[in-house]
């Protein structure tokens, strides 16, 4: 039965407080969890197998950039919060370890949870829980997990709960989503739920929902299926619309005017490790099934190629001779992050590998390090000698470069910039 919870049931405060809570995994979502839990007076310990990124942390530096997270480390590093390389003796483990899918039969690839699980059972105790908090297909905790723990359970005599808290926040607004979203919190049996449920009041004022384990595994993935299916249908009107030779950008705007109607913006394709990977699972383990989810991920997945088809026909109209003339703005999955999984850029660039295309240029104000060919970091070198523009990423800092790319063409994806030589999707 699905029960809702609130911080005023918080109860046991003192004795979670003594427990000693490890965060295994780093990355997007582990390392703004620890720190959160932390920076409210949790006993926290952050377990990462890349070695470096345990040295950056031990040594003051952040791994990626995002709003809040500096002030945040500062005021987890004043509680005490440690990071290791090494898996400790908890109480409580949290495993945030991604979870990406086979390409080919689109079902999740679980070697990073099913190996971290079994270094949590080298070193828990009696009565140990661990909560997964990646996302995972329905039924990858029965099927992948749940064996291992109840053959440590037989082996060894002891207890080892198992419980599934799917992360829900995005990059760029994670701290106030840490904060501020509902939960979701599935387990065996009601003591386990509400023991973790406690954990997570310490920082989340939003409402707690405890239920099983199968349907919090499938609330996280049916939330961001739905979300790739309106994106779809708005990618899907572009192309329509380019068709009909009707401006899509109005035919939105006039047809939300509609009280009952909220079409979403197209855009260039869909990134991130959540949108673009997690309705796969629902597609590769109900084949026939997830019709709707299929046809959406198809149209999305499209997007980068129709961006090529767009960038073709606008250097053919205007002359234009070469690629290297083109640059490419934006790496990043979505505007004023850091963060390049799965992002619609790549996903273009690997479609130019297939038609033998090289030599474009490529900028993005977040991204410091070198990841593929002809990627600049000054924004100057990068625009002098480009006749096109192709905006992949709405990030602020283009926006206020306005005046600085008058004198290009413009391909706009994001429908950011206006102006008589912009084009549209």
Not at 217 to 232: F, G, T
């Amino acid at each position: 039965m699905l029960v809702s919870w609130y911080s005023t049931l918080f109860r046991n405060k003192g004795d979670i407080m003594n427990e000693l809570i490890n965060v295994v995994g780093l990355g997007y979502i582990g390392l703004p969890t620890a720190l959160m839990m932390a920076s409210k007076g949790l006993n926290v310990v952050g377990t990462d197998y890349d070695k470096k990124k345990i040295e950056m942390l031990q040594n003051g530096n952040l791994t990626f950039q995002e709003n809040g997270l500096e002030e945040l480390y500062r005021k987890a590093i004043s509680n005490g919060i440690t990071f290791s390389h090494e898996y400790k003796t908890a109480d409580i483990y949290i495993v945030a370890v991604p979870t990406p899918f086979h390409k080919q039969n689109k079902k999740i690839v679980a070697d990073y949870l099913v190996n971290a699980i079994k270094n949590v059972i080298n070193r828990c105790k009696e009565e140990t829980v661990i909560v997964i908090e990646s996302t995972v297909s329905p039924g990858t905790i029965d099927f992948f997990i749940r064996p291992i723990i109840d053959g440590e359970n037989t082996k060894q005599g002891k207890r080892i709960r198992l419980a599934h808290a799917p992360e829900r926040i995005i990059p760029g607004r994670m701290i106030e989503e840490l904060t501020q979203n509902n939960r979701i919190i599935g387990a065996d049996d009601m003591e386990t739920a509400k023991k973790i449920r406690d954990i997570y009041t310490c920082f989340c004022n939003g409402d707690i929902e405890l239920t099983n384990i199968k349907t919090a595994e499938m609330s996280k993935v049916v939330e961001n299926a739905y979300r790739d299916i309106n994106i779809a249908y708005a990618n899907e009107l572009v192309k329509i619309c380019k068709e009909a030779e009707i401006d899509v950008y109005e035919l939105i705007r006039i047809a939300n005017k509609h009280p009952r109607v909220n079409i979403l913006n197209p855009g260039p394709g869909v990134g991130g490790h959540c949108i673009s990977v997690d309705p796969w699972f629902l597609v590769g383990d109900y084949p026939g099934l997830a019709n709707i989810i299929l046809a959406a991920r198809k149209i999305n997945d499209s997007m980068p190629e129709y961006v090529l088809s767009r960038m073709s026909e606008i250097m053919e109209t205007n002359h234009i001779d070469s690629i290297n003339k083109i640059g490419l703005y934006g790496l990043t999955y979505k505007e004023n992050v850091d963060d390049v999984r799965e992002s619609p850029t790549l996903q273009l660039l690997d479609c130019m590998k297939k038609h033998l295309a090289k030599g474009i240029r490529v900028y993005d104000p977040y991204v410091h390090e070198d990841i593929v060919e002809n990627q600049y970091h000054d924004f100057h070198e990068f625009i002098k000698g480009i006749q096109l523009l192709v905006i992949m990423v709405g990030h602020d800092e283009i926006k206020k470069r306005s005046d600085e790319i008058e004198h290009l063409l413009i391909l706009d994806t994001r429908n950011i910039i206006s102006g008589q030589e912009v084009f549209k999707l």
